[in-house]
């Protein structure tokens, strides 16, 4: 990454580790531990992950993209297919890794802000029951989803209906749901009981790496030890994954992170979304904030700041992402904020 003036707002993925997460290392690195997870580390994390979820069983993993594909693997046969928002991480950034390893088809569905409905999702239900075709059979979302939004949680609840009256079942990317249950004031449980199986993303929070596949129902869990290991993510030293989630987990450290981090884009959002020519390209609802500029203000800010540009439009204008962190400060989004202003004013002048 280039060095630029300032904190990075390109991705969460940019931080550093949570200083707690780091002593919480540095702690299990204390003697030897039996490896593959059969070790103490690993069962207060799992049984930890599991009662904040109310999930039934846990299995860590290294990345999201990997979380990602066991849950799914969970789910699915081969002719069965994942309806998903074509602007989902699944889709667009896991380099067809579901494709390949799952061997199975996406539906895609465009929306307007990242989420499904099931008014979308019925429109992707043709061809059951006709051997020539897929049979749709999972409705993969994400809390929070790839444009920064967030589903309510009646939104979710609607999902969960319309996916058990449709014999569809639901996988939850929750590689940032965190900032999701901090943007609703919900619990994690609130949101888990609305999917069968999904993920508690570890990495954006503040973590070294780590990624938990949560499994809601003993049925969905059948085999998931075996599909871990085939997918290459069972860690010899499990308790070093194990021990990143049970300091997230420690008084709620991943709820502080998470609202830490969202305070952070609401404040980036309120500082420039009234300045001349920039909008929000989306609601403001996580630790993201997807700003609409021209090119040029873009290209300005870009020799100074590091920033995702998200999308280029056919006109003069792009969307560019400004992420937050668990370490972003007030001072770190005041001076991007000034810099979009003088961005802005050089542009009029
Ligand atoms: C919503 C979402 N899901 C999954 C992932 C995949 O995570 P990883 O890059 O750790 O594989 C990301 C990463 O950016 C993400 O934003």
Request: hydrophobic fraction near 45%.
């Amino acid at each position: 990454m280039a060095n630029k003036v300032g904190k990075s707002f390109g991705s969460d993925n940019h931080a550093g580790v949570h200083p707690a997460v780091l002593a919480a290392l540095a702690a299990a690195n204390d003697g030897d531990a039996v490896a593959y997870g059969d070790d103490e580390v690993t069962r207060i994390a799992t049984a930890r992950l599991c009662a904040a979820a109310g999930a039934r069983s846990a299995y860590l993993v290294f990345n999201g993209t990997a979380a990602n594909i066991l849950g799914l693997s969970l789910m699915i046969r081969p002719y069965e297919a994942v309806i998903c928002a074509d602007t989902s991480h699944l889709n667009v950034d896991e380099c067809g890794a579901a494709e390949r390893v799952l061997g199975c088809k996406l539906l895609t569905v465009p929306t307007a802000d990242g989420k499904l409905s099931p008014r979308l999702i019925a429109e992707r239900l043709t061809g059951r029951g006709d051997e020539h075709r897929v049979q749709p059979r999972v409705i993969q979302i994400a809390q929070v989803t790839e444009l920064g939004t967030c589903y309510s949680l009646r939104e979710l609840r609607e999902l969960r209906e319309f996916g058990q009256q449709n014999g569809l079942l639901t996988y939850l990317d929750g590689a940032r749901i965190a900032n999701a249950a901090a943007y609703l004031g919900c619990s994690l449980a609130d949101i888990a009981a609305c999917a069968d199986i999904l993920s508690f993303g570890g990495t954006k929070n503040g973590a070294l790496g780590f990624e938990a596949v949560l499994v809601m129902s003993e049925k969905l869990a059948d085999g998931a030890q075996y599909h871990r290991k085939q997918q290459m993510q069972l860690a010899s030293k499990m308790r070093f994954l194990a021990a990143q989630a049970t300091a997230l987990l420690a008084d709620d450290l991943w709820l502080a992170n998470a609202r830490h981090a969202n305070a952070m884009a609401a404040r980036l959002a309120d500082a420039i979304a009234g300045l001349p020519g920039v909008g929000l390209a989306y609601p403001v609802q996580s630790n993201g904030v997807f700003a609409e500029i021209s090119r040029q203000q873009a290209f300005r800010l870009g020799q100074d700041w590091n920033f995702h540009v998200w999308s280029e439009g056919a006109d003069d204008r792009c969307v560019v992402r400004l992420m937050t962190a668990f370490d972003t400060s007030a001072a770190d989004v005041d001076g991007l904020a000034a810099a979009v202003k003088a961005a802005v004013v050089s542009r009029e002048t």
